[in-house]
């Protein structure tokens, strides 16, 4: 199967990683109006593109699923459903069968665990699911706790401290994983 053949339903005991609803608003709201949550990541995220929350729940898919950019989906606590952040596919390069992944949390959530198991997750679900065999991720130097999650995950990171773009005025400084 490839990247963009369905968007994933993936679950584990304790959390759920499935497409973002419109029910999903308010909590995806609380995550993209958090400065500390987007104080690492790229500023030309697609639910931080547009200001209507609402809009963002009814293109998501649109825009990023069906031109094959990313696939961007909600992490939930299985047992209350509550919205906890967002996992996303992107970077896809089907020629090498290679992609990245990436994920935000909710602050509230931060510490318990969510991010590495969700990343074990993903990383599970593409190498068994799709025909997926390279896995990258890139932080910025500064961020010790996704650093943290993708070494859990047996990320190794391949580059230390070279220059992306992600958007902001100078050239961000980030670290590139590889699984």
Known sequence: MKIFDEIPYIESERIVVKKIEK???QGLSALINNDNVYKYLPTFLFEK???????????IYDECFKNKESVI?????RKSGDFCGIAEFYGFNDSMHKISVGYR???EYWGQGIASETVSLMVNYLYS???????TASTMIENKASANVLAKNNFIMTAHAVPEDW???N?????????
Do not use: C, H, N, Q
């Open 23 to 25: 029910s999903d608003a």
């Open 49 to 59: 593109k547009y200001s209507d929350i609402d809009y963002v729940t009814d293109k």
């Open 73 to 77: 989906m909600g992490i939930y606590l």
């Open 105 to 107: 949390l909710r602050e």
């Open 129 to 135: 699911k799709t025909d997926t065999e390279i896995i």
């Open 167 to 169: 958007g902001y005025e």
């Open 171 to 179: 050239p961000t400084i980030a670290d590139k994983w590889f699984r």
